[in-house]
């Protein structure tokens, strides 16, 4: 069983800054590539951020120069830094982890259940 968890979302003030934190556990083998995404309400859901094992990233154009995306030490983790918020960046935040367990050839996208992040004054 995998789960993957985000935390470190809230309420800031426009032009501030949150660290958002996803934690994959369980029984992992690898994981490719780990990626944010966010829906606001009413809006369908975008891709934020992304990071392969390589450590190549890639942003969406609204949040490029803002976010950015980075693994911890530990393999399991990933981190979206994200700086000079607007009021429209507010969205429920979600990671997907691309992950293969042991013992299984097969890779799987898992998801977290989300982390509200509100921007406004």
């Known amino acids: 069983q995998v789960q993957l968890v985000e935390s470190g979302g809230g309420l800031v003030q426009p032009g501030g800054s949150l660290r958002l934190s996803c934690a994959a556990s369980g029984n992992i083998d690898s994981i490719s590539f780990w990626e944010w995404r966010r829906q606001a309400p009413g809006k369908q859901r975008e891709l934020v951020?992304?990071?392969?094992?390589?450590?190549?990233?890639a942003y969406a154009d609204s949040v490029k120069g803002r976010f950015t995306i980075s693994r911890g030490n530990a393999k399991n983790t990933v981190y979206l830094q994200m700086t000079s918020l607007k009021p429209e960046d507010t969205a429920v935040y979600s990671c997907?982890?691309?992950?293969?367990?042991?013992?299984?050839?097969?890779?799987?996208?898992?998801w977290g259940q989300g982390t509200q992040v509100t921007v406004s004054s």
């Open positions: 997907n982890a691309r992950i293969q367990t042991v013992g299984s050839h097969r890779w799987s996208d898992y």
């Open positions: 951020a992304d990071i392969t094992s390589g450590g190549s990233v």
